[in-house]
């Protein structure tokens, strides 16, 4: 049997996940007046999509941009993001976002590198700019310390598995593993509240490199448990039918696409939209607005290239320092080892796999699920988008409202107690001692194929949905029944794969729910748009063991 702490961990507030939004939530809930203890697969000072930096931070400054706040909310509307929007939450994100600006300026995370407010990138010509360029390498170990400054407890080398609650479904804790050691050892929280900031789910489908897993744009830790975890308990889930892509570097999976200081181009030189034809600063809108302009050029025979031979020197200056903050230091490396002069050289572009995006957990202005107890932010959010800013502001939301609801209970329930974790015990100690058995890296191999085939951007319909899913379900019983770790590392890499599997199903069923073409979401058996479903977002809920969809209006 896989070894127990024997100890429980009790805090007023855990926090799942130590990326940008589980850090801020754990220094809101100190603020609060909580005991905090944050619990992070990796290392807090380097974990999540924001790792190793971010430059462009989307917020609404009243010095900037004068009284009104709704237009800077169109052009949230109008993003990449926009059609996963609660409007309520997107008012509600712009009114906080300078407040939180403030915040990481003054703890030395420097939001005017150059002296004022820089709004550059993801710029259309005449509207108002939101995207704030800041200096954002430093970010993850500044913002360790002011959670470490405050009292949090972070507890790193520590995924959790599975969420605990009690006979009225309230959050009491969770269960983590501890894979600091080749022997995994579980842990169990006691928890009055509890906030997931698990990320995006990387690892769903293929990357551009087939069985280079870990060559994706975004943290490839990041396996979508939150969602599940929350899903398990009864939270509902909101827009996992709506595909989300970024794109970049071809084969060089980095994000940063607005970074470059250059316009979009075919190989003869034509630019790709009417928004950019000399390379500047604020870059190339055209892919924001034209989503799928790298498989339509693709089908078409074509490339796509980034062409920044015409930029200045001031300007491509500042897009290598950008292309740093932005953490993208492996890039500017190779581009620096493989001698690519930009004034000469364009590079190419190309779209990446779909990810759940702020496509996730449902919240409210609380940033509370229907789930007693239980937050979420970040990334895995499905109704507020994603982006290091909505981590940032909605951790913020999530942390002082949890230690609130925390301050008001009595004391700890023995989480320790619920069946689920002598079960879940069980399950852990037989994938461990099972001979012979696949490894977690087939079963995630298998999981991307079936996901590209079935449940891709070039096709889909409900006969591909419905095998898909019959896939999917042999798939995991199969898994389940014979997967095989041989240490901590790998048990964590067997039961995030689960999860994608788990995540795999809801999208199938939800993106077979949605009988129309919206985006990338594109069904040749329904191939309209269906007006109907203008402003309506789509829901699914475990109920009483299955899974459950409802339609609501937008907020």
């Not at 550059?120 to 390498?137: C, D």
């Not at 509890?194 to 897993?213: A, C, D, E």
């Not at 069946?419 to 012979?436: D, G, W």
Request: contains cysteine.
């Amino acid at each position: 049997m896989i070894a127990i702490e024997k100890k429980p961990i009790e805090c007023d507030v855990l926090v799942v996940g130590g990326g940008i939004g589980g850090l801020m939530a754990a220094i809101s809930a100190a603020d609060g007046g909580a005991k905090v203890v944050l619990a992070e697969k990796a290392n807090s000072k380097r974990s999540g999509s924001g790792a190793t930096g971010n430059d462009h931070f989307r917020c609404y400054i009243p010095e900037v941009h004068g009284d009104d706040i709704m237009p800077i909310a169109q052009q949230m509307y109008e993003s990449q993001t926009g059609a996963a929007l609660d409007r309520n939450l997107t008012v509600l994100f712009l009114k906080e976002s300078f407040s939180r600006v403030k915040d990481w300026e003054s703890w030395g995370i420097p939001m005017r590198p150059h002296g004022s407010w820089d709004f550059s990138g993801h710029a259309i010509p005449g509207r108002p700019k939101i995207f704030l360029k800041y200096a954002g390498s430093s970010q993850k170990a500044v913002l360790t310390e002011q959670a470490l400054k405050r009292g949090v407890t972070i507890v790193n080398k520590t995924p959790i598995t599975e969420l605990i609650t009690n006979s009225q479904g309230g959050v009491i804790g969770a269960i983590g593993i501890s894979v600091s050691e080749p022997a995994p050892v579980v842990n169990i929280f006691r928890a009055k509240t509890v906030i997931l900031t698990t990320g995006n789910t990387s690892r769903l489908y293929p990357p551009k490199t087939p069985g280079w897993i870990f060559n994706t744009a975004n943290c490839p830790a990041c396996a979508g448990g939150g969602r599940i975890a929350a899903y398990k308990v009864g939270a509902k889930l909101v827009n996992l039918e709506l595909p989300y892509t970024h794109a970049g570097p071809k084969y060089f999976a980095r994000c940063g696409k607005a970074t470059w200081a250059g316009v979009l181009k075919d190989l003869a030189g034509n630019p790709m939209g009417p928004f950019a034809t000399k390379p500047t600063r604020d870059g190339d809108v055209a892919a924001d607005i034209w989503n799928g302009v790298f498989a339509a050029k693709n089908k078409a025979g074509q490339a796509v290239y980034m062409d920044c031979s015409e930029a200045s020197e001031e300007d491509l200056k500042y897009m290598m320092w950008g292309l740093v903050e932005e953490g993208d230091t492996s890039l500017v490396e190779a581009m620096e080892a493989e001698n690519i002069d930009l004034h000469k050289n364009m590079v190419e572009f190309q779209q990446y796999e779909p990810i759940l995006f702020g496509r996730g957990i449902q919240i409210d202005e609380r940033a509370e699920t229907n789930v007693p107890g239980l937050y979420a932010a970040g990334d895995e959010v499905g109704n507020i988008g994603g982006s290091i800013a909505c981590a940032c502001i909605f951790g913020h939301i999530a942390g002082r409202n949890a230690a609130a609801r925390a301050a008001t209970m009595g004391g700890y329930e023995n989480a320790e107690d619920s069946p689920i974790v002598s079960e879940k015990m069980a399950f852990y100690s037989k994938l461990l001692t099972r001979e012979n058995g696949p490894s977690w890296k087939e079963a995630n191999l298998a999981t991307q194929c079936v996901m590209n085939d079935y449940a891709g951007l070039e096709v889909r319909s409900e006969v591909l949905f419905k095998t898909g899913l019959e896939y999917l379900d042999r798939l995991s019983e199969k898994a389940y029944g014979t997967l095989s770790c041989s240490n901590s590392h790998e048990l964590m890499r067997c039961l995030e794969t689960l999860d994608l599997m788990e995540i795999g199903k809801l999208v199938m069923l939800t993106a077979n729910e949605r009988k129309e073409t919206r985006g990338k979401h594109v069904r040749v058996d329904y191939p309209y748009t269906n007006l109907l479903y203008d402003n309506k977002f789509m829901t699914v809920q475990k109920v009483d063991g299955k899974p459950q969809i409802e339609w609501r209006n937008r907020g």
